[in-house]
């Protein structure tokens, strides 16, 4: 249902006190959501925030809608059967990289494959916030926390490959230190039909500070940030790097030493294979891609069920709870 009149950032905010640490990189993300949200022409009662357990999963607290703060790991499970019984509500998936990644790592891979008409936001620390900083899915190898005092020895999960490898529809990243490239992407992963996969880059400033400086600080971001714009070329640092594919090998070339514009990859959201590759720029040899990795259309779990049932109700009528709880089994003893 559209909105009679235009909501504003100010009727998205509750009158809940919000209650992350002073500094994390959780408040932009909101602020950015409230921001977004008036923009999408919704009516705000057919909004619904659903989140798991975590720091970012207080979330839906804050947001002046209707939602829901369930059980650890569970949200994706909550909001597809939501998103089942009401398919015109707008359902926002609010999750962290453990709750989405560890505990919740089977209902997330479940519901991307599915193609729910709903977006999940990853909000990736890579730390467990909210118990206090032990090492996450998402915690590079030899990082030391409470839980790992020597060095995890877990190789750490890759959301963006995770994602594509569960067939997702929509797979991007931003990061909490780029306020308007993520409502950019907000408003993207509204527009998609399908399941939208969002990981956003949020900054630990008590547990995990400065994880992702390469990617927000002004003097380093130009040399570790690759931002994704459809149908350009993969240009970096300043206009002075690309990337070309040497057939499916990247490469890097110095634009600056004679290396040729034309040669360079040219972005390309629909083309899973070079969205696998993207997301493998998982380390220091290329710099970290930001924005739409990877997008297609696919028929929506929701459409299909819905069409499914009217042709059971077409060839067997409406039914009846009673026989379908009596089945076609049942006796009865005299």
């Given at each position: 249902m559209e909105m009679e009149t235009k909501l504003t950032a100010r009727d998205l905010s509750s009158d809940q006190e919000v209650k992350w640490c002073p500094g994390c990189g959780d408040y932009s993300i909101l602020k950015q959501m409230q921001s977004v949200v008036p923009e999408l022409g919704i009516a705000r009662e057919d909004i619904v925030f659903i989140s798991g357990i975590g720091c970012s999963s207080r979330f839906p607290y804050y947001m002046n809608t209707y939602g829901m703060h369930s059980i650890h790991g569970r949200a994706p499970a909550v909001a597809t059967g939501l998103k089942i019984a009401n398919p015109d509500l707008s359902i926002w998936v609010i999750t962290g990289d453990g709750d989405g990644l560890s505990i919740g790592g089977n209902h997330l891979i479940h519901l991307l494959r599915r193609n729910v008409d709903l977006n999940v936001l990853l909000f990736n620390n890579q730390i467990y916030g909210l118990t206090k900083g032990q090492y996450s899915p998402t915690s590079e190898m030899g990082k030391k926390t409470k839980s790992s005092p020597l060095g995890s020895v877990d190789h750490p999960f890759n959301p963006l490959a995770l994602a594509l490898g569960a067939d997702a529809t929509f797979v991007a990243r931003s990061i909490d230190r780029d306020p308007k490239h993520m409502r950019e992407i907000l408003t993207a992963s509204n527009k998609h039909k399908g399941t939208s996969?969002?990981?956003?880059y949020q900054?630990?400033?008590v547990f995990n500070d400065g994880t992702f400086l390469n990617f927000s600080d002004k003097k380093l971001k130009d040399a570790f940030v690759l931002m994704l714009e459809e149908g350009q070329p993969l240009i970096f640092d300043q206009g002075k790097k690309g990337i070309r594919l040497n057939g499916l090998k990247p490469e890097i070339v110095n634009l600056e030493e004679g290396a040729s514009a034309n040669d360079l990859w040219i972005h390309d959201s629909k083309d899973p294979t070079k969205?696998?590759?993207l997301s493998r720029f998982f380390d220091e040899n290329f710099p970290r891609a930001f924005?739409?990795?990877?997008?297609?259309?696919?028929?929506?779990?929701?459409?299909?069920?819905?069409?499914?049932l009217d042709q059971a109700k077409g060839a067997m009528g409406e039914g009846d709870l009673d026989d379908l709880i009596r089945g076609k089994r049942s006796w009865t003893v005299e």
């Open positions: 996969f969002i990981e956003v900054n630990c400033n969205a696998y590759i924005g739409i990795i990877y997008q297609e259309d696919r028929n929506t779990y929701e459409d299909v069920l819905m069409d499914q």
